[in-house]
Every structure is written in structure tokens, then in C-alpha cells.
């Protein structure tokens, strides 16, 4: 059996905008450039799509999943590229200890096994070195982008989701 290939997103600050106050409603949504042309990059080139996001504000009562899932919607929308799946984490980890939220690896692991995935020509893009951890424990290669939180990594750096796909992920 053929497994897939995937590239692996977290939500906030690679596909939108990130806000202090979190990102649960839809006019508050705002998808960065490139990020459309991007998925779509991907797409054509044989990679499955997954959002993997920690949204704590559920755990914290700011939000409800419901909320997230509308954002969700609406990035599907406005991007008009099919992501195959958004797995959230609900959980804080000052409140709830949980494998689900990163870096935690549980919605990998569960992912990798649901979708045949092929973890060593998959790829894991995010904005915190967290969101890299549980992914280069499987085996699946990191990318940070438009990292302001001085944080290292081994992993490779680009300047977002664009400069990621072109500079490693699509190079010919």
C-alpha cells in the first residue's frame, strides 16, 4: 500500500494572523499572504494536508469548539485549498495535562495511523519550536517560520509558509 505524503500546519501564525486574545472568531480571522498559493503548491504536488493546533482558550472557557470550528470553515473558504483535517488540543497545560496538546504527539500519531502517512517524506511547519518537537520525534522534518520568540531549533527556518514550501518542501 502507497502511504502519503503530508505536510503538517499549526494554525496561528502560519496560516493567520496570531492574536494575544486568540483567534476564535471569523472577522477577527486573517489568513497571511501566500498562504492560499501555498496550500494549493502543495496540494498539486501530491502532499495531504493536516492542521495540527493547540486552541487552550476552549480549556480556559474563553471559547467553545464550535468557534473553532468555524474559523476552520472559514479558512477552507478563503483559501479554496482542501485541508484533510484540523485537529485541535482543547486543553492548557496549566489546567489540563494532555498528550493532545504539543508538544505532546498524540494528533500526529493518530493522523499518521488514520491517513497512511509516510513520516519520512512528510514535513511539520509552525511558529514555535513546540509545534516542531512532537513532529521531529516521529521522525517528520521541521520547519519554523517567522519565529519572534528567539527560540532555537535543528530544524530549518524560513520566513512563513511561502519561503518554506519553495526553499525546502518544492525543491526542484
Known sequence: MIKNKCVFLDRDGVLNNDRVDYVYKVEDLVVKNGVAESLRRLVDNGFILIVITNQSGIDKGIFTENDVNLVHNEIQNRTGVH???????????????????????LLFEKAIAKYNIDVFQSWMIGDRFRDLIPAEKLGIKGILVENDYNETSESYYAANLLDAVNKYILVK
Open 83 to 105: 485541508i484533510l483535517t484540523f485537529y485541535f488540543s482543547p486543553f492548557h497545560r496549566t489546567l489540563t495535562n494532555s498528550l493532545s496538546s504539543k508538544p505532546g504527539s
